[in-house]
Nanobody
Framework: QLQLVEAGGGLVQPGGSLTLSCTASGLTVDSYATGWFRQAPGKEREGVSCVSSTMRTGYADSVKGRFTISRDIATNTIFLQMNNLKPEDTGTYYC????????????????????WGQGTQVTVSS
């Protein structure tokens, strides 16, 4: 059974950086796709980025050029490096696993993701 634990959230000023981590247990991170999602108060959960088992990546237009997704097989962890953070990046960030084995990854097809972490809060404010 796949279990995911996020870490790395916090309070940061606009223009700052944070790196979120998503550590998996039960499966190796190269055997399924991982997505990062976020949810702001009063808003729907939205996809931010994803990485497939073969390291194909995708980014929402709102974070392209600022966020980078990566993985470390040795620690079974997926990272989301977030640079030049903006107040609109504020929200609870979740990682999730897609074990459908479909080609590539999708950060818009939320229904494909069946295992979710507990979330980590990111607040961008001066």
């Amino acid at each position: 059974q796949l279990q995911l634990v996020e870490a790395g959230g916090g309070l940061v000023q606009p223009g700052g950086s944070l790196t979120l981590s998503c550590t998996a247990s039960g499966l190796t991170v190269d055997s399924y796709a991982t997505g990062w999602f976020r949810q702001a108060p009063g808003k729907e959960r939205e996809g931010v980025s994803c990485v497939s088992s073969t390291m194909r990546t995708g980014y929402a237009d709102s974070v392209k050029g600022r966020f980078t997704i990566s993985r470390d097989i040795a620690t079974n962890t997926i990272f989301l490096q977030m640079n030049n953070l903006k107040p609109e990046d504020t929200g609870t960030y979740y990682c999730a696993g897609d074990r459908s084995r479909l080609r590539g990854c999708s950060f818009t097809a939320i229904s494909r993701y069946t295992e979710w972490g507990q979330g980590t809060q990111v607040t961008v404010s001066s």
